[in-house]
């Protein structure tokens, strides 16, 4: 004990008030403000094991909220101590570091609900704590808080459950003790005292006077007042809601100045010397005359009659002081309830419905509950309170001491049993059913007739007198305990913390909790609605039967029972306050009141547990499944198991750390934390790779998805590409099946099928052509291949569609009697070059003005062959006229766009062969035709279709304009420069 009690001295004067046993935190109030709790201390602990950094609460909190973010279990962290301790501090540093840790993101919602769990604690101290002997700020009540988060473990809201008020604190207050700070909180803001009709010091308050001290130094209720406002604006109270709070506080003020007068013993008035009466009537909304007779008389119903009866002096104090703690008790239930809707998961679910559908209940619970009290005069509630802290320390000796030790008996590791003292005796002497204090209380508020406190004690005497916990008078009469002291009410508790003795005076009164009905049906029907929604049984008739309401006892029972339920559901982590001395003192290290601490707090067999235990435990398969990612393990082990002790083993061996490591039967035990960080860190790191590995095959597992719905989509749209092509080609197929598709529209097609529909049109033509000339006599097909090949030269000249290719094409014109009558003379001619020139046949024949080198016109007969053409003189037996022109010479043909008989053959001497052919009939394309078949092997021919023709005479280049004019015949005029005139007789 020295050393340990040595240790913490020690670490108290160097500032280090936070010490480790094993998991559990004990923590030694250092009564001032220490530089730990700042952003720098926050980052340092933030993600960190818990045995990396000096102890610290941070380190608990992190831990807590590690187990949850890591391992997905729920968490809860425990704080305990004498009341002065420590404990709400050290629940409010949790709150700030859950806080300030979680939200990276910065969402506007997290930092509401951050906001207004923080901004709680006000209202709940306010209206929750007051000033006792030992603490300045204590809590009068137990809480319970639940943080929930959502999956990206952001706090989303929480729940505040809340364990026996201190009531009875509202009208009775020890000396040197406050009632509730909202009293003078209400009373330091002079401003609106008005509104409330508090025209007195607070000093002039009975309900608020009784301890003597409502000023303390150590307290600025003005400014407090200031803080409490803003939180409630903050949680979102209206400013009605706000004016109701503090009205219900006024009129409790008020009803503790009413006084009763005696009248003949047995009933009583109301003494009328000030104007509390019209006051809280006008707070309450509430006729004046409804609350008087409330105060002073009981309505009463028996057999389906109801009557009024007066109340004596006693009783119309009993009933005032009983509305006030009820007034009380419910407008602290109300704040609580309404702090958890705005906090409600539910609601906050509704705002994000996106977080309703992925959201799971991930949870951390703070429990802050009032510390074992010792006071001159212990009552029920200290009893409660006692009992409350018992079954906590039973929770920690049976999830630390028992538990462990029980586990390595059976885990058959070799352990030499620790003592510690067990509680549970006291727990059954207070809780057990039927036989326990409780219930042997409760049955005395059932036994109808005179039953006081003393006949209580008698019967709780007679049932313990045997138990070792258990005293009082009657029993131990010689014990020097009960020297002066009014024996006849007290009996004493060996708690687990320490001896009380507890006086039985009120105990029947404060379990039944009586408020009489007629109460509740006053404020019931107060026009506030506010105020009319905290009392809801008020709505029942006086005639319907009620059944009696469970005691404070019972109630109280059963909350502690569930409370270690819950508790025991989660993972727990304890924090043991310890105050240092009794005069809050910085610096001031009472060894014989810490010793007192220690010992009955169980930290002595807590550090004998530790040193001799282990740190950890785990289950093989749990074991093995965390740390089968480790690197260097990874590739032995199979993914799929097994999960046992070899398996274990070889992961402890890699690692090195098998001297520090012992096997249980189905647990692995790990001595030093050491050790597990070193696992932790090996797994994080393993995490990593882990993290590579799932990303790749999730990334390649998107890309290939992403690449099959193309695939897809692709085979998707071909076929329904060919299913629209496949329609249009039937569409096409129907319409030109019957005939050859003339006066046809061609169909219009779908942008994709633009390009093949323009070679279906082209196919579509060959076919049609070949189709006409199919049904042409065999004669005429020639002739239709070379209009077709005209055609494709003649695209620019319209007349040749117009006319020339209905014409019939004879070639050599001049074998015709009609075309020339000199037959004779030209044949022989012909036959004279044949035989010179050996070609074959006579393609083409006309006569023709020629233009020659000198820009003179000629008279000749132009004759094409399938080796030359020759201009034959016509008026000279049609001799030839210079040499014959080889078509070897001939590049390029033009012609006019318009329906002119001009032809210009280019050769490659650049002297070209110009001249208009003298027909009626338009023989340009035939002649076209003609030279473009004997050409159609040369790569270089070309034919030009220009509305002016240019053309090379004698290497000079001209343009031939085309002028028609009132003139008999054909002209060539040489004009400007390089123009030459085709001057045309305008017979248009
Ligand atoms: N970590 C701390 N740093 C500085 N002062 C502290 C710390 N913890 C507690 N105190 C001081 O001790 C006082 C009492 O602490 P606190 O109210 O938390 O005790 P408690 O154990 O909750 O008491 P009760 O059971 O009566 O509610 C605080 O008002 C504060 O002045």
């Not at 609601?347 to 977080?355: A, V």
Request: proline share 2%; glycine share 4%.
């Amino acid at each position: 004990m020295d050393a340990f009690i040595q240790n913490l001295k020690l670490r108290f004067e160097k500032e280090r008030i936070y010490t480790y046993i094993g998991e559990v935190l004990v923590s030694v109030n250092p009564y001032r403000e220490l530089p730990i709790y700042g952003h720098n201390y926050i980052t340092s602990y933030k993600g960190c094991e818990m045995f990396e950094r000096p102890a610290h609460i941070f380190a608990v909190a992190e831990a807590a909220y590690r187990i949850l973010k890591q391992r997905l279990i729920n968490s809860c962290i425990v704080i305990s101590g004498e009341s002065g301790s420590g404990k709400t501090e050290a629940s409010k540093i949790i709150l700030r570091y859950i806080v300030a840790v979680t939200n990276i993101s910065n969402q506007a919602e997290i930092q509401r609900i951050s906001n207004i769990l923080i901004q709680t604690n006000i209202i709940l101290e306010t209206f929750g704590n007051s000033r006792t002997n030992r603490n300045d700020n204590s809590s009068r009540f137990g809480k319970y808080m639940d943080l929930n988060f959502n999956y990206k473990f952001d706090p989303i809201g929480g729940k505040i459950q809340h364990y026996l008020l201190e009531k009875s604190r509202v009208v009775k207050q020890q000396l040197g003790e406050r009632n509730f700070h909202s009293f003078y909180q209400l009373l330091s803001n002079k401003n609106i005292l008005q509104e409330y009709g508090l025209h007195f010091k607070p000093e002039d308050y009975y309900y608020i006077n009784q301890g003597q001290c409502c000023k303390i130094d150590r307290i600025n209720d003005k400014k407090d007042y200031e803080q409490v406002i803003e939180a409630f604006n903050i949680v979102g109270f209206t400013q009605n809601e706000i004016s109701t709070i503090w009205k219900i506080i006024a009129v409790i003020l008020h009803l503790g100045n009413i006084t009763f007068t005696d009248i003949d013993g047995e009933h009583c008035s109301i003494v009328r010397s000030n104007d509390q009466l019209e006051w809280i009537s006008k707070l309450l909304e509430c006729e004046q005359s409804d609350i008087s007779s409330a105060l002073t008389s009981r309505v009463v119903a028996a057999r389906n009659e109801v009557f009024q009866t007066r109340q004596n002096i006693t009783r119309a104090y009993y009933g005032r002081d009983a509305l006030s703690k009820a007034l009380y008790e419910r407008l602290f239930e109300w704040l609580i309830k309404y702090i958890n809707k705005t906090l409600s998961r539910d609601d906050y679910e509704q705002r994000n419905s996106f977080h309703k559908r992925i959201y799971s209940s991930f949870v951390i619970g703070v429990l802050d509950i009032y510390g074992f009290e010792i006071f001159e005069n212990n009552s029920f509630e200290q009893l409660c309170i006692n009992y409350c802290n018992e079954k906590l320390q039973q929770l920690f000796i049976e999830l630390v001491l028992k538990q462990e030790q029980d586990e390595y008996e059976s885990e058959n590791i070799i352990w030499q049993h620790i003592d510690y003292f067990n509680n549970k005796i006291i727990c059954d002497l207070i809780e057990q059913p039927r036989i326990g204090i409780l219930a042997n209380l409760d049955e005395a508020c059932q036994i109808v007739g005179t039953i006081t406190d003393e006949i209580f004690l008698k019967s709780i005497n007679k049932t313990f007198k045997n138990h070792k916990y258990y005293s009082s008078w009657e029993l131990t009469p010689g014990d020097k305990i009960w020297k002066n002291i009014d024996t006849n009410k007290l009996f004493l508790i060996r708690h687990y913390a320490g001896d009380v003795v507890y006086s039985v005076d009120g105990f029947l009164d404060k379990n039944r909790d009586t408020l009489f009905d007629d109460f509740k049906r006053l404020l019931y029907h107060s026009k506030n609605l506010i105020l009319s929604s905290m009392w809801p049984d008020g709505e029942k008739s006086i005639t319907s039967i009620t059944r009696r309401p469970l005691t404070t006892a019972t109630k109280f029972r059963n909350s502690m029972i569930s409370l270690s339920n819950l508790l025991s559901s989660k993972q727990p982590f304890y924090i043991r306050c310890i105050k240092p001395n009794d005069e809050k003192a910085a610096n001031i290290f009472d060894q014989i009141r810490i010793e007192h601490q220690i010992s009955h707090l169980g930290l002595l067999e807590n550090v004998r547990v530790r040193r001799a235990g282990f740190c950890h435990r785990v289950s093989y398969g749990r074991f093995v499944q965390r740390y089968k990612i480790i690197d260097v393990v990874r590739s032995k082990l199979h993914p799929y198991g097994p999960f046992n002790k070899e398996s274990a083993s070889y992961i402890c061996n890699e690692l090195n750390i098998n001297n520090d490591v012992v096997y249980g039967n189905t647990k692995l035990f790990i001595k030093q934390p050491i050790s597990l960080f070193q696992l932790e860190k090996k797994r994080t790191e393993g995490l990593q790779s882990i993290v590579v590995i799932l990303q790749n095959h999730v990334r390649s597992w998107r890309q290939f998805r992403t690449f099959h719905r193309e695939i897809s989509a692709i085979k998707i749209q071909n076929f329904y590409r060919k299913y629209c092509a496949r329609s249009y080609i039937n569409l096409l197929n129907q319409l030109f099946n019957d005939h050859l598709g003339k006066n046809i529209i061609w169909p219009k097609s779908r942008p994709s099928l633009i390009t093949i529909n323009n070679r279906l049109k082209q196919m579509y033509q060959r076919w049609r052509i070949k189709k006409i000339e199919q049904r042409l006599p065999i004669k005429l097909r020639s002739e239709f291949e070379l209009k077709l090949l005209a055609g494709k030269y003649l695209q620019q000249r319209p007349s040749f569609f117009d006319k020339s290719i209905y014409q019939e094409w004879k070639g050599d014109y001049l074998v015709i009697l009609e075309e020339n009558s000199r037959l004779n003379e030209y044949q022989k001619s012909i036959n004279e070059l044949r035989t010179k020139d050996n070609f074959n046949k006579i393609i083409f024949s006309t006569f023709a003005i020629k233009l020659n080198s000198h820009i003179k016109m000629d008279e000749r007969a132009i004759i094409l062959t399938d080796k030359y053409i020759y201009k034959l003189d016509q008026k000279k037996n049609f001799h030839i006229k210079k040499s014959n022109i080889s078509l070897d010479d001939i590049t390029g043909l033009s012609v006019t766009s318009g329906k002119e008989q001009l032809i210009v053959i280019h050769l490659i001497s650049n002297s070209d062969l110009i001249f208009y052919m003298q027909t009626k009939n338009d023989r340009v394309g035939e002649f076209v035709s003609y030279m473009a078949k004997l050409k159609q092997k040369s790569s270089n021919f070309s034919v030009n279709v220009q509305r002016y023709v240019t053309t090379n005479i004698t290497k000079h280049k001209y343009v031939i304009n085309i002028i028609w004019d009132h003139v008999n015949k054909i002209e060539f005029r040489k004009g400007s420069s390089n123009n030459i005139s085709l001057v045309l007789p305008d017979g248009r």
